[in-house]
T-cell receptor, first 113, second 115 residues
Framework: AQSVSQHNHHVILSEAASLELGCNYS??????LFWYVQYPGQHLQLLLK??????LVKGIKGFEAEFIKSKFSFNLRKPSVQWSDTAEYFC???????????FGSGTQLTVLP | NAGVTQTPKFQVLKTGQSMTLQCAQD?????MSWYRQDPGMGLRLIHY???????DQGEVPNGYNVSRSTTEDFPLRLLSAAPSQTSVYFC??????????????FGPGTRLTVL
């Protein structure tokens, strides 16, 4: 079955550490890729998205993600995390031919002050 | 703009009861959808709508009904609640039915417990 995998369920980092969260998908062909974030007590909101062009995309709050087609991956990165980045992060994929988003299971990031 | 609103925030039901989760948006968005979020499973699409009068099933539609009589509202009906429907439910909307690249705007969620 087509799926989206986030292998890190819970990541704990200290402030100023670098972050990379993995996202892999199993769809072939054209895909549109998203990272959403849910801060404690807040709505899910878009962090960044990719649908064409430069495979390195930049989002809000210093986050970026790189689309590597050959690896079916869309990993999220941030060079230096802050305590305020504590949240749950979801990767989502639209296969490009369906009016649906498929979400990964999410990664809970805890940043220690 | 209030964005996407959902009511109620919390609900406890007994097995077999029915209820409607409300979702409304004031952004004139064409596309609306319902997801459920369960631990370790991310968000799974229940139903979606690309405009008033048009709905379709998502990944996990069984046990749920939807309708879209207006652009603003997209209620989700549980016909006969079961413990397996205990979950957090999110409504989302996006600007156009060109859904493939649009940003989804999410509501605050409804936490439902079925006893």
């Amino acid at each position: 079955a087509q799926s989206v995998s986030q292998h890190n369920h819970h990541v704990i980092l200290s402030e100023a550490a670098s972050l990379e969260l993995g996202c892999n998908y199993s769809y072939g062909g054209t895909v549109n890729l998203f990272w959403y974030v849910q801060y404690p007590g807040q709505h899910l909101q878009l962090l960044l998205k990719y649908f064409s062009g430069d495979p390195l995309v930049k989002g809000i709050k210093g986050f970026e993600a790189e689309f590597i087609k050959s690896k079916f991956s869309f990993n999220l990165r941030k060079p230096s995390v802050q305590w305020s980045d504590t949240a749950e992060y979801f990767c989502a994929v639209n296969p490009g031919s369906a009016r649906q988003l498929t979400f990964g299971s999410g990664t809970q990031l805890t940043v220690l002050p | 703009n209030a964005g996407v609103t959902q009511t109620p925030k919390f609900q406890v039901l007994k097995t077999g009861q029915s209820m409607t989760l409300q979702c409304a948006q004031d952004m004139n968005h064409e596309y609306m959808s319902w997801y459920r979020q369960d631990p370790g499973m991310g968000l799974r699409l229940i139903h979606y709508s690309v405009g008033a009068g048009i709905t379709d099933q998502g990944e996990v539609p069984n046990g749920y009904n939807v309708s879209r009589s207006t652009t603003e509202d997209f209620p989700l009906r549980l016909l006969s609640a079961a413990p397996s429907q205990t979950s957090v439910y999110f409504c989302a909307s996006s600007y156009s039915s060109d859904y493939y690249t649009d940003t989804q705007y999410f509501g605050p969620g409804t936490r439902l417990t079925v006893l």
